[in-house]
């Protein structure tokens, strides 16, 4: 066993391997997760993600700041780099069904295959960053994604996809539908309509929607 592995998480030859790899324009936010700068409100996020059996597997995606965060039955705002969150995560275990090799890595491997993996999982999550440029990018990937048959967890397993969708409908102007798949979250997860941060969500995203018909 490497000597330089801590009693918990990667060893620091491993998390140095990680930080070189990353490119410009992202903000490494914790040892393993790296978050850009918004644009069009749009964050991309790339992390990887503790599993079972001390392995680490790249999931990247797109968090929306006007999107709050729902958890555990509270909402919370998700504003900067450092609360960023994803709302529309492309997860490869989704697609594989179970940890790829090419994406994951442990704690014991070697530098040289650390640095191959990160170097994979950033060309690969970078080709799907350069395909969203705005939030009617971003709405009409989770349009063909809620399509897709996926191995393990689909959109609807993950909390936030009716929560940012609707969102996203009403600031691209589709108020109707926006509103009516916000009524779904709500239902699904016993929230009330009149939540005071969900209320501030929908105001900006009307906000936007206005903006860009002017």
Known sequence: MRRDIPAYGLPASTLEALRQAAPDGFERTSDRRWVSEPHSGIRRILEFQAMKG??????????????????????????????????????????????????????????????????????????DFSGVVTIADLLELMRVRAAMTFRRFGTHNYVQTD???????????????????????????????????????????RARSDADDQ
């Open 54 to 127: 001390a392995q680490y597997s790249a999931t990247w995606g797109f968090g929306v700041d006007f999107v709050p965060k729902f958890r555990r039955g509270r909402f919370s705002w998700k504003r900067t780099a450092r609360s960023a969150d994803f709302d529309v995560p492309l997860d490869p275990i989704d697609d594989a069904g179970i940890v790829p090799r090419w994406c994951s890595l442990a704690a014991t491997d070697s530098a040289r295959r650390v640095a191959a993996v990160a170097r994979d999982a950033w060309t690969k999550a970078s080709q």
């Open 163 to 205: 929560l940012a969708r609707g969102l996203l409908q009403i600031a691209v102007g589709d108020i109707d539908e926006g509103m009516t798949r916000l009524s779904m979250f709500c239902e699904r997860f016993d929230v009330r309509h009149d939540d005071a941060v969900l209320a501030k969500a929908i105001a900006h995203a």
